[in-house]
């Protein structure tokens, strides 16, 4: 983020009572832009390079905003807590922040060794996906509470940013299983699996249970504004994750139950499989209907906003999930729909970027 801004910009000269959670958005689109290059089953040149460039640019971009948003949480103590107490359609972006963190971190492991060092690359992964994981829990509880207890909602007003809070275990999920070879033998890699797959579970029945009130909020009232249409994509996040995590899962099985014997392995591997192309099939299905949707509204002229970047990281998902499954199939058809999916996150984020480094310098963002 500190990028993006003019070179005589400052965190002392912005205004930044509007730097909302919202803004961890950026941060997630961009660093799962570099993860998802990373893991491509296909080696082009210069896909190295992209991964290191894309993912360091996330690193300075969460850097930044956990400045301006600890200078924020300073000056607006108070703009934040009636943001997260009273504006419902703000507070579910809590669950960004968590997500970035985790993003970013499982950047570390996988892309940054070259440019960090292995010992620190780990060490960075694991304070963030530990961080980003009591925070998502946190999120996850603490945002269906308020929703049932304080903010004023109407389930046929609903729309696909309440998914957002519980989205964020799913993220913790997928990238854990990652750190299991890192941990001692025994108990510990065993914990760590355990943990991923009840926060899959967790994520998953909380999605599927908000899904159907999502649904009926879209139908019954349609979206409140224009420059929300790329909210449709968000329906694809917890969609492309679990597909992604049962993948993650079946790999770190052998390796934190060495006990369960082949087997095990092999009908996790099968489970994942099975999951992920009947997932994958329904979110392609979403992801026709969110692209036409969102051609409308730009022929309509949607103006651009922070909601552009709901266009990046759901879509990494599905990129990251067809990667996994060409992995784990070997057919050919998930390779290119990886391929496909990443030219199209590609071709999104460069225009979310572009469109906010210019928001920035022009004053209109914040």
């Not at 440019?115 to 963030?128: E, H, K, N, R, Y």
């Not at 070997?330 to 391929?339: E, K, P």
Request: charged residues 10%; glycine residues 10%.
């Amino acid at each position: 983020m500190a990028t993006l801004l003019a070179p005589r910009t400052t965190l002392r000269s912005l205004d930044l009572s509007r730097l909302g959670p919202n803004w961890y958005a950026a941060v997630m689109g961009t660093a799962i832009t570099g993860n998802a290059a990373a893991a491509l089953p296909v080696d082009v040149p210069g896909r190295t390079a992209l991964a290191e460039a894309v993912w360091t640019l996330s690193l300075l971009m969460l850097a930044a905003l956990l400045a301006g948003r600890a200078v924020h949480l300073t000056r607006h103590r108070e703009q934040a807590r009636r943001t997260l107490l009273e504006d419902p359609s703000a507070a579910v972006f809590y669950g960004c922040p968590p997500m970035a963190l985790l993003a970013v971190g499982y950047g570390a492991l996988t892309v940054g060794g070259p440019l960090l060092g292995t010992g620190p690359a780990l060490a960075l992964d694991v304070l963030l996906w530990t961080v980003g994981t009591g925070y998502a829990l946190v999120v996850a509880a603490g945002l269906p509470y308020l929703m049932i207890t304080r903010h004023r909602l109407s389930a046929l007003e609903a729309n696909p940013t309440w998914l957002l809070p519980v989205v964020a275990p799913m993220v913790s999920a997928a990238l854990g299983p990652a750190l299991v070879p890192h941990l001692p033998a025994g108990a510990a890699r065993q914990a760590l699996l355990y943990g991923c797959v009840a926060m899959f579970g967790a994520s998953l029945l909380a999605t599927l249970a908000l899904l159907p009130v999502v649904l009926g909020g879209l139908l019954h009232s349609k979206l409140p504004a224009l420059v929300l249409t790329p909210s449709l994509f968000l329906v694809l996040g917890p969609l492309g994750q679990s597909t992604t995590a049962v993948h993650q899962f079946a790999d770190a099985v052998p390796i934190a139950l060495p006990g369960a014997g082949p087997g095990a392995a092999a009908a996790a591997r099968a489970l994942a499989e099975v999951y992920g192309v009947t997932v994958m099939g329904f979110a392609l299905l979403w992801l026709a209907v969110a692209l036409v949707a969102n051609l409308r509204a730009l022929r309509a002229e949607m103006p651009f906003a922070m909601t552009w970047w709901a266009f990046t990281f759901p879509v990494g998902t599905l990129v990251t999930g067809a990667t996994a499954l060409a992995r784990h199939t070997g057919f050919g058809g998930f390779t290119a729909l990886a391929a496909a999916l990443y030219l199209l996150l590609l071709a999104a984020w460069a225009v979310a970027l572009a469109r906010t480094a210019t928001g920035l310098r022009a004053g209109r963002l914040l």
